[in-house]
């Protein structure tokens, strides 16, 4: 058999590559066709250089003795340009470049460069397997002549009219693919649509953006999208085009990949404007058997909005015919309305959004389905990318979900050819570079080679290459950021975040961190600095590891707790700017001398500590932030083992504040030392004062009835202490004190600059929230609240984990009366809070309901504050177990276990739990007559129990702490 003369050769460059080159195929059917021994190969080299060279090596063995000598290679893509002229030189052969853009050398690799023209690719493959001459005569042919330069012929080439096309359409799907050796089977394939590209023509010399460049449309595509070289059609061709033959010939190209290419079963459809074909394509297949088959759609964003009951319907005939239509290429491009107009989109951010929300809301559709795709069109990254522009795309894509559609949307950059209007722009604004190195690539170009195109590719090595070469494009020009703040986050995001998982309860799946937080995070905290500090970072590599580090650590730097997450997720409050934590935010702004993080537990204070020294300050001068850690007042009282964390860029007021803390924590100076840290800090002098005044300021309930004793009708909810996210850092003299209400407008300014308006106003939400207070720790965020008489109703409620959780959840409203605070269920029941009918932790029930600032029905409650204290039997259930249960609370207390709940069960059961020592132990006192598993029985009654860690894992009790084991056995000693 005779070795095949032409290698018809499509190097992939990675494996998600599945589409064969039609083109290839197409002429691999004709030369077939004229008794040309043919060889189609599909070949896949890794990304890796080294990886790459390896492989062509074993390709080039591969081909020897597969193909004739001096063969003729024929490529539709030059990628890689290196290992196509080693393969070149290898087997002695000549490449051809199945390509009509003959205008320029696209290096010495190539021999010859001639389009898809029927009559033209004959002739001339007729001259090449008879090794006669006589290119001259082959219309549209480009080839190197003897002084090494590639000849192009005078004129246009010519493009081969779609008639002559679908005449001579019969494409070859046989061939080998390498490494692996066996049969090619594709899986997908390409139909072709109507001519004339894309039918968008809006002209970019009416776009404001270029009015002031010198846009040659002889070469620079002035129509259409800015950043595409798409072919340009007119409306008139698509909606004049004969339908009736464009459909026939999709029928007929179905049927032959029906034959060809059984296992063909996902078909791309190349027509820009797909919809109105879609009906009568259906109803022509109707009548033939051909089997289900998926089509692939590509699509404008607008067409999609523009156009929804269209597809709908297609979707419809689709589904009848067991086909399916999948949305696999959207141009959404972005969510800034910015870098749309400078894209010449001719779209708002407002129908991109839309029509992301809409291909979800069609996923599962009859005959519909979206696929999650690379091939969707989006370009974060151009020269004229801002901060808030990437902070809009991010918030704007974790609202509607695309990356649901498109996973690495955040890495998409924008690729520049000269004849490209962007690439006039970036010309014209200074923003080329010399090459696509990390360190360079923010600089200015030494010289503007690139003014003329090239196709020579570039390395793999460097941080920054040119991403179209993973894909098989053409070479793209380097380009440098306008603005460096958006080269920092580039190059930040690029280094890789740990992801992190945001816990709604410890009872709940946490949802983990998507992309778009990633990228906010990063957004924020550039917007953060300076443009000094950003200088300084840019130029030093340490700096930049440092502060990339700091990002990539898994601290959440902010007051949100894990357990409030539903609330700030509620309010509308993007995950990064959970990260605000406005003691430190102030103080890296220079608005404020220093700060304070109170109780922070001990296991977390040095590594928090670590990470606050980390990170950058705006203010220039600064060498970075000072932090001090001191014992907390509450471990020297012995109540929680904690450090303050005191935060500051001056070292003489570190030390200021460490001599006050130092007193503050004594106790005949503490009032003074207490005024002298709020001047420190930067507290009102009022609520400072207001503050020292207290009998006991570790009582925050007490203190909040002071509060809002002293607050006049409507109180600030930007004065919550105990927000979500909160606005202010000091307990408030008054909810309406005009000194704090400065003090918080402040902070929100703050917010305004480094969040966004939007992220403000959501913290703001949060903080009007209503909230139940218990004690020091214990606060539980009330969501979708709404006063219906006395009643304050609610529809979910955040807070820590416990028994108070569940019986908060269990009930829908809230209502004041004598003797405590009542919970309503739907059903008409309900329970009572009142002190010491249900102790928790440590801490009677004593609490307070911040509502001050809600709009209470006239002569209502505006919060609650505990009733007299009550105590005696009634807080014990009538049942023969009262005794015994009453001696386990004693034997408890011996431990050194605290109450943290009691319940009363069906059929006169107790359930008592308790905390100490790291674990929480559960006890079970049935009646004797009691169906429950026991540890233990007596004449009085059944005990179990399980002990727990605070996590709720399940403890063994013979590795449990000691002083639980003697709980237990002691409660089953006196029971038996």
Request: glycine fraction near 10%; include cysteine; hydrophobic fraction near 40%.
């Given at each position: 058999m005779t070795a095949p003369r032409f290698l018809l050769l499509h190097l992939r460059p990675h494996a998600e590559i599945r589409l064969p080159d039609l083109s290839l195929c197409i002429v691999a059917g004709w030369l077939r066709a004229m008794g040309h021994a043919t060889l189609l190969v599909h070949a896949e080299l890794p990304d890796a250089d080294a990886d790459t060279t390896a492989r062509e090596l074993e390709l080039g063995a591969w081909l020897t003795g597969r193909v004739s000598a001096a063969p003729i290679i024929i490529v539709e893509r030059l990628w890689p340009m290196a290992t196509l002229e080693r393969l070149r030189e290898r087997l002695g052969a000549r490449l051809w470049w199945l390509s009509q853009e003959v205008d320029h050398d696209p290096g010495r690799a190539v021999d010859f460069a001639l389009g898809l023209e029927h009559g033209a690719v004959c002739a001339f493959a007729g001259l090449l397997a008879s090794e006669e001459t006589g290119y001259e005569n082959v219309p549209g042919l480009a080839w190197r002549g003897a002084?090494?330069?590639?000849?192009?012929?005078?004129?246009?080439?010519?493009?081969?009219?779609?008639?002559?096309?679908?005449?001579?359409w019969c494409p070859v799907f046989e061939g080998l693919r390498f490494p692996h050796g066996d049969e090619l089977e594709p899986t997908e394939q390409l139909l072709l649509g109507r001519p004339g590209g894309c039918p968008y023509r809006a002209d970019a010399r009416d776009n404001p953006l270029f009015a002031d460049l010198d846009l040659d449309p002889a070469k620079c595509s002035v129509n259409g999208c800015t950043f595409c070289l798409t072919p340009r059609s007119s409306d008139r061709v698509f909606e004049e085009h004969d339908e009736k033959g464009v459909v026939d010939f999709l029928v007929r190209q179905i049927a032959h990949l029906a034959r060809a290419a059984p296992k063909a079963r996902r078909l791309v459809l190349a027509d820009d404007r797909p919809l109105p074909l879609l009906a009568p394509l259906f109803e022509s297949l109707a009548p033939h058997t051909l089997g289900p088959r998926t089509l692939l759609l590509k699509l404008r964003a607008d067409d999609l909005v523009r156009h929804e009951r269209m597809l709908q319907k297609a979707g419809e005939r689709a589904a009848a015919l067991g086909w399916r239509l999948a949305l696999y290429c959207i141009g959404f491009e972005s969510f800034s309305d910015h870098l749309l107009r400078l894209f010449n989109k001719g779209v708002s951010a407002r129908t991109v959004e839309r029509a992301v929300a809409l291909a979800l809301a069609l996923d599962g559709a009859p005959g519909i389905s979206i696929e999650s795709s690379r091939a969707h069109g989006f370009l974060l990254w151009t020269p004229w990318t801002r901060l808030e522009d990437l902070v809009t795309c991010a918030r704007v894509a974790r609202r509607c979900g695309f990356e649901a559609l498109r996973e690495d949307w955040t890495e998409t950059r924008l690729r520049l050819d000269p004849r490209l209007p962007l690439f006039v722009r970036a010309a014209e604004d200074g923003l080329l570079a010399d090459d696509w190195e990390a360190p360079d690539a923010n600089r200015a170009p030494a010289s503007q080679a690139l003014g003329v195109r090239s196709n020579q590719r570039l390395g793999y090595e460097g941080a920054r290459v040119d991403r179209g070469l993973k894909q098989g494009y053409e070479r793209s020009a380097p380009w440098r950021f306008a603005d460096p703040r958006a080269a920092l986050a580039d190059r930040l995001l690029s280094?890789?975040?740990?992801?992190?998982?945001?816990?709604?309860?410890?009872?709940?799946?946490?949802?983990?961190?998507?992309?778009?937080?990633?990228?906010?995070?990063v957004a924020l905290e550039v917007r953060r600095l300076n443009a000094a500090t950003v200088r300084r970072v840019l130029s030093d590599p340490v700096e930049e590891e440092r502060l990339a580090e700091n990002l990539r650590s898994f601290w959440c730097l902010g007051s949100v707790e894990p357990y409030h997450v539903a609330a700030v997720q509620a309010a509308g409050l993007p995950p990064p700017a959970w990260d605000f934590d406005v003691a430190v935010e102030t103080v890296r702004a220079g608005r404020r001398r220093a700060g304070i993080l109170e109780a922070v537990e001990s296991a977390t204070a040095t590594p928090l500590a670590a990470h606050l020294r980390n990170l950058a300050v705006s203010t220039p001068d600064s060498g970075g932030l000072e932090v001090s850690l001191v014992r907390s007042a509450r471990a020297l009282r012995g109540d929680q083992d904690a450090f303050d964390l005191l935060v500051t860029c001056d070292p003489a007021v570190l030390q200021e504040l460490e001599?006050?803390?130092?007193?503050?924590?004594?106790?005949?100076?503490?009032?003074?030392?207490?005024?002298?840290?709020?001047?420190?800090?930067?507290?009102p002098p009022c609520c400072t004062t207001a503050f020292a005044a207290l009998p006991d300021r570790s009582d925050d309930v007490a203190n909040l009835v002071a509060t809002l004793e002293r607050t006049g009708a409507r109180g600030d909810p930007r004065l919550n202490p105990f927000a979500p996210l909160p606005f202010i850092s000091f307990h408030p003299c008054r909810f309406d004190c005009p000194a704090a209400i400065e003090v918080a407008a402040a902070s929100e300014s703050l917010m305004d600059e480094l969040l966004g308006v939007e992220a403000r106003k959501a913290a703001l939400r949060?903080?009007?929230?209503?909230?139940?207070?218990?004690?020091?720790?214990?606060?539980?965020?009330?969501?979708?609240?709404?006063f219906q008489g006395a009643k304050l109703g609610y529809q979910k409620v955040a807070g820590p984990p416990g028994p108070l959780l569940g019986l908060l959840s269990h009930a829908r409203a809230l209502a004041p009366s004598d003797d405590g605070l009542r919970l309503e269920t739907g059903g008409g029941g309900g329970a009572l809070l009142a002190p010491r009918l249900t102790p928790v932790g440590d801490t009677p029930l004593a609490g307070v309901v911040l509502t001050a600032w809600q709009r209470a029905p006239k002569g209502t409650w505006a919060h609650w504050s505990p009733p007299a204290a009550q105590s005696g039997e009634s807080a014990m259930p009538p049942s023969p177990l009262r005794a015994f249960a009453a001696g386990v609370v004693s034997l408890a207390a011996e431990e050194g276990f605290a109450p943290a709940g009691r319940e009363r069960r069906a059929g006169g059961a107790i359930v008592l739990r308790f905390m100490g020592h790291g674990v929480q132990v559960r006890l079970e006192l049935a009646p004797p007559e009691s169906g429950t598993p026991a540890y233990a029985k007596g004449a009085h009654g059944r005990l179990s129990y399980k002990v727990s860690d605070t996590d709720g894992r399940v403890v063994a009790l013979n590795v449990a702490p000691t002083s639980a084991r003697r709980l237990v056995e002691r409660a089953a000693s006196q029971l038996t």
């Open positions: 002084d090494d330069r590639l000849r192009v012929p005078g004129g246009a080439p010519p493009r081969s009219p779609r008639a002559a096309l679908m005449a001579s280094r890789g975040l740990a992801e992190r998982s945001f816990a709604l309860s410890p009872d709940e799946d946490g949802a983990g961190e998507c992309a778009a937080d990633r990228l906010e995070r001599e006050a803390h130092l007193k503050l924590c004594g106790r005949e100076q503490a009032s003074v030392a207490l005024l002298e840290t709020g001047r420190l800090l930067g507290y949060a903080a009007a929230m209503p909230q139940l207070i218990f004690g020091r720790r214990l606060r539980y965020v009330l969501l979708g609240t709404r």
